[in-house]
């Protein structure tokens, strides 16, 4: 060995990662094996993963991120425990992390539904689980999620030679991303209250939010992640324009989103939970949505709609009284045997969610499918 090449291994700080892409977000896959067991330590490592923080420029050209939220993002995976397994068929358990890009903030609070549907890809290709023995063209995995205390399960396409997941089955395609690709069924189990412990925090359907600029309508739902879900309309005659990136707008939705946070409970500071999303009914000539939605994710407008938020407007949608219930296009119908399905229209095309539930109205199960795509795995520097 020569005397550089003890230099660079001395100094060099890396860790083993996978760089995967799931629905409309990318972002690095860990095995919590090879972070400190101190987990005061993760958040530096992060940082610089990600390259950030970023104050001057935003880009995170230091880093894996890419200067906007979902592709500024890190899953920590490890295989579950004996009594994990044992009591609820758990195979892994992963901890969703969203990292700021021109600060220094580390969110733990919420689940990213995205990428949750590459947490059974990454287990597979880890040997976290084995698919050898499985009979089916189709592999399940079980995970539970740290953050919201949820079970998820994937569900994909498996090739019986490598035992692998196949992603790349021409059997669907999703709104953001280009091509075709294998169809990843994402089923998360009883995902009302992830962070507050009710669909409802604030027990009524619909609530007025009072702010200095007014008094808007909202509905503060809590299934797989925390949402506040205002009228659009009300939010342009406020704010006087219909650009998603004027920053009075911005501002507006900012203060909404702390009041909705104050109201179910929640810390309004942390910027990654609650999220807001602007609704409206479809257009006249619109035949494939059933409702319109714009979200913010980190106080920017996203240009497709975080999942965990469509997945949470598929469950309000269902649910009577809510401001998504009220200008969907069609009034769902109070059938609690069959899966409802919503068309949800966002930025970048429609996306299709739906939630089961029970005889008594409670929800079982909000799904959707994904697709995703390996993209690196190697070492990558922090």
Not at 140 to 161: G, S
Not at 259 to 276: C, F, S, V, W, Y
Not at 282 to 290: F, I, L, V
Request: aromatic share 6%.
């Amino acid at each position: 060995m020569n005397s550089s090449t003890s230099i660079v291994r001395r100094l060099a700080r890396t860790i083993p990662a996978t760089f995967l892409r799931g629905g409309t977000s990318k972002g690095i896959f860990l095995r919590q094996s090879h972070l400190p067991r101190d987990k005061s330590k993760w958040d530096e490592i992060f940082l610089g993963l990600m390259g950030s923080p970023d104050a001057e420029y935003g880009r995170q050209l230091n880093g894996m991120g890419g200067g906007v939220s979902s592709l500024s993002k890190i899953c920590v995976v490890r295989p579950a425990s004996s009594k994990q397994r044992e009591a609820l068929g758990i195979d892994v358990e992963y901890t969703f992390v969203q990292v700021g890009i021109r600060d220094s903030s580390i969110d733990y609070s919420g689940n990213c539904g995205n990428l949750s549907s590459m947490i059974g890809v990454f287990a597979l290709d880890e040997g976290m689980v084995d698919s050898t023995s499985h009979g089916s063209d189709h592999f399940t995995v079980r995970a539970f999620n740290t953050n919201t205390k949820k079970i998820v399960d994937t569900t994909f396409p498996i090739d019986h030679e490598s035992g692998l997941a196949d992603l790349s089955l021409p059997e669907t395609r999703i709104a953001g991303v280009a091509g075709e690709a294998s169809q990843i069924q994402l089923d998360f189990y009883k995902p009302s209250g992830a962070r507050t412990g009710k669909l409802l925090p604030s027990e009524a359907p619909m609530v007025q939010l009072e702010i200095a600029e007014g008094t808007f309508r909202a509905s503060l739902v809590d299934a797989t992640n925390p949402t506040v879900f205002v009228d659009q309309l009300e939010i342009i005659k406020a704010s006087g324009t219909e650009d998603p990136s004027d920053d009075k707008r911005l501002r507006l939705l900012e203060v909404l989103r702390r009041e909705g946070a104050i109201r179910m409970g929640l810390d309004p500071n942390a910027q990654a939970q609650p999220k807001i999303a602007m609704l409206s009914s479809p257009k006249a000539t619109d035949d494939a949505a059933d409702i319109e939605i714009l979200a913010l994710s980190m106080g920017v407008p996203h240009k497709a709609v975080p999942m965990t938020v469509g997945l949470c407007l598929g469950v309000a949608a269902n649910t009577r009284g809510t401001l998504p219930y009220i200008l969907r296009r069609i009034t769902p119908v109070l059938d609690t045997s069959k899966l409802k399905l919503v068309k949800l229209r966002h930025p970048g095309g429609i996306v299709e969610v739906g939630a089961t539930f029970d005889t008594q109205g409670e929800v079982e199960s909000a799904s959707v499918i994904r697709t995703g795509r390996r993209l690196m795995t190697g070492q990558v520097w922090y």
